[in-house]
């Protein structure tokens, strides 16, 4: 039920609106707002709102460490390669589960969550020399693989869902029309749980692009990725440069923040789209 504007649920929806997006907001705005300041005005107080903002750190970034923009090259092209294998992966077992029925399915659905409660140091430690052995520590097919075996059984749990609200009258009615199981899985099933696969999308690409222990532990030169080089920035021999270490993190939050708004709406919509089916 709706409520009337200016009444007391209204204005403490409103308030508590206004809260989360403070709470999330004003470190994102204190970043940026940083990385355009004079350091010397970055950490004075009071606060300094109203400034003459300068690229300088941004410069001295490009000029110092170039290779960041290699590691966000390396960030981009694997969190891209995460996200597509993930997703495709977990479609096709979201179907199997949705649609069919077995003791081996049930146990190994219970095997796919199971393994996903693990503390990620459990599963990389004994990862390290299988790596190694098959030549593939420091490189960009490595993460990608781990990354999306890492969220691959989280998204085969929200596509099943999203393919369970469909009737399997569409399937029958596909088959009965000549298709074969993977013409109805391409023409009638995926166009319907698109908003699912988004969803399911944007939770890989968001940790791809800010995960740091597997790229710590697997990566040395070729293949590390941003939040490496900005660990570093933070831990750098000649002390931290807070601008720069700013406009660093300012400019890794680009790519991201420009994913999740083109999507917005087609998350939003599949995230909630389990909640309003009766």
Not at 46 to 73: A, C, G, N, S
Not at 82 to 98: E, N, P, R
């Amino acid at each position: 039920m709706r409520q009337p504007p200016f009444s007391p649920a209204w204005i403490l929806r409103r308030l508590g609106l206004l809260a989360v997006v403070f709470w999330s907001g004003f470190p994102i705005l204190f970043i940026v707002l940083s990385s355009l300041k004079q350091s010397r005005d970055i950490f004075i107080f009071p606060p300094v709102w109203i400034f003459e903002p300068t690229f300088e750190h941004y410069v001295e970034l490009w000029q110092k460490w170039p290779d960041f923009f290699t590691y966000m090259r390396n960030s981009l092209i694997i969190a891209c390669f995460a996200t597509l294998l993930a997703v495709t992966g977990a479609t096709l077992a979201g179907y199997v589960y949705s649609r069919y029925r077995s003791r081996l399915l049930t146990a190994s659905a219970f095997f796919l969550i199971a393994v996903r409660l693990f503390p990620p140091i459990v599963i990389t430690l004994p990862l390290f020399p299988t790596a190694d052995w098959l030549g593939l520590s420091d490189t960009h097919l490595l993460l990608v693989l781990l990354y999306a075996t890492f969220f691959v059984s989280l998204n085969t749990v929200i596509m099943k869902t999203f393919i369970d609200g469909l009737s399997t009258e569409l399937d029958d009615a596909a088959r009965v029309d000549g298709a074969t199981e993977w013409q109805t899985l391409w023409r009638v099933i995926l166009p319907l749980t698109a908003q699912g696969m988004v969803a399911a999308a944007v939770f890989v690409f968001v940790f791809s692009w800010n995960e740091f222990l597997f790229a710590f532990i697997f990566t040395t030169s070729n293949a590390k990725t941003t939040p490496l080089i900005i660990s570093e920035l933070m831990g750098a021999l000649t002390g931290v440069d807070w601008g720069m270490l700013f406009a660093a993190v300012s400019l890794q939050l680009v790519p991201i923040g420009i994913f999740v708004i083109v999507l917005q709406r087609f998350l939003i919509a599949g995230l909630t789209a389990g909640s309003l089916k009766g």
